[in-house]
């Protein structure tokens, strides 16, 4: 395509002619119309023109990099200690139950010769079973079942979280004989300095090439809240994270245990994790690498005894 400017000078007939832009494909454009600033409501980018039809010029659309939004948790969802009782007072309720049972049965008549010589209850000939009795037998039965069925064993290095309906109620971190409601649903959390050896994973190094890397990670679980029903697994979901933090960096730095460390505890907080280090234990070529940079290996070696023969 071929483009011609022409000029035309100040004639006697007439006023001087703008500068025209003439080609193959379009018809006579004024100059001045090119660089015309843009329209109300059209204004874009200092330095974007826009594209006219027929010129052949195309506007330039600004690139737009692509923001990645970091997972977000529930920020109601934080640890908070839930109410229990002592021990004690299940077995006393316990006891009282089963207390109450035995005298309703007296009271009925229905209590075995062997229990009432146990009991040391005197003999009674007994009211028999009616409305009254059932009601006693229904209220006791239900203290027993409260009082024995909320006992729990807190054990140090655990934690229970605790829900109702699938609502988080609180978090046990008590040790020994308490008592929980046993409506709530409990789910058992171990809170101790745990640690993780992983599987030989993939990363690569400065150059690109491919590499299989065994780390050791040193963790524990800081929001028992977060940890049980922010994420589906947390490990799970630790163990995902350090396989993309290995890679997102390179694996042959001096300073890759302080990267992933930091990478990989900023990934894993939202979750209630606590991690403390990620150090890589052994490094390696792939197998498929491997294999040529021993030959590399091997033809550097053999060349300086062919130079000499």
Excluded at 4 to 32: C, D, K, M, W, Y
Excluded at 87 to 106: E, I, Q, S
Excluded at 190 to 210: C, F, I, K, T, Y
Excluded at 215 to 239: M, N, P, Q
């Amino acid at each position: 395509m071929s483009t011609t400017t022409s000029e035309s000078e100040q004639g006697p007939e007439g006023p001087r002619v703008p500068r025209l832009i003439r080609n193959e494909a379009t018809t006579e454009i004024p100059v001045h119309l090119l660089f015309r600033p843009a329209e109300v409501g059209q204004a874009g980018p200092v330095g974007q023109v826009g594209s006219r039809r027929g010129t052949g010029v195309q506007p330039r659309v600004p690139r737009r990099e692509t923001v990645v939004m970091p997972p977000v948790v529930d920020p109601e969802l934080v640890e908070c200690p839930a109410r229990v009782l002592p021990g004690a007072v299940g077995v006393l309720a316990g006891g009282g139950g089963v207390a109450g049972c035995l005298v309703t049965a007296w009271w009925a008549g229905v209590l075995p010769s062997l229990a009432r010589e146990l009991t040391g209850l005197p003999a009674y000939a007994g009211a028999g079973l009616g409305a009254p009795q059932w009601a006693a037998f229904a209220v006791s039965g239900a203290v027993g079942l409260f009082g024995f069925g909320g006992l729990a064993r807190g054990r140090t290095g655990c934690a229970w979280v605790l829900g109702l309906f699938g609502r988080y109620r609180g978090t046990v971190r008590r040790t020994g004989l308490m008592w929980v409601n046993p409506l709530l649903l409990r789910r058992r959390i171990d809170v101790r300095l745990r640690h993780w050896r992983s599987e030989p994973m993939p990363a690569v190094d400065a150059h690109g090439l491919a590499l299989r890397v065994v780390v050791l990670v040193i963790w524990r679980v800081k929001d028992t809240a977060r940890a049980a029903l922010g994420v589906e697994d947390h490990e799970r979901y630790l163990h995902e994270c350090v396989e993309a933090a290995l890679a997102r960096l390179p694996a042959d730095t001096e300073a890759l245990r302080a990267k992933l460390t930091r990478s990989v505890a900023a990934d894993v907080a939202m979750a209630g994790l606590q991690v403390f280090s990620v150090q890589p234990v052994r490094i390696e070529y792939a197998p498929e690498v491997a294999a040529v940079m021993q030959r590399r290996r091997l033809a550097a070696l053999d060349a300086p005894l062919e130079g000499q023969a």
